[in-house]
């Protein structure tokens, strides 16, 4: 997603995902894990939909639907000021 925006990859990104599958999202909900992921994507600020709901287009530059090993996520980034 970072090559389709031409961000470059010290670029820092907003990040928020959606996870369709309730038992993977509630591994992934642990501070720790958050932490990691941002420090990885280089995120400012990550975190993940309330409710299953999807990342709002409207504040996100882009908003994909990836399959991640048979799990489904709606993910939206944009760079970050």
């Known amino acids: 997603m970072r090559k389709q925006l031409d961000l470059a990859v010290e670029d820092n990104i907003n990040?928020?995902?959606?996870?369709?599958?309730?038992r993977v999202?509630?591994?992934?909900?642990?501070n720790a894990t958050?932490?990691?992921?941002?420090?990885?994507v280089r995120a400012k600020v990550f975190g993940f939909s309330k409710d299953g709901s999807s990342?709002?287009?409207?504040?996100?530059t882009s908003v994909k639907e990836w399959d991640v090993e048979g799990v489904a996520m709606r993910i939206g980034i944009g760079k970050a000021e």
Do not use: G, N, Q, T
């Open 15 to 22: 990040v928020e995902a959606s996870v369709s599958d309730k």
């Open 25 to 30: 999202l509630a591994l992934l909900m642990d």
């Open 55 to 60: 990342p709002d287009p409207s504040k996100y």
């Open 34 to 40: 958050i932490a990691m992921i941002a420090d990885e």
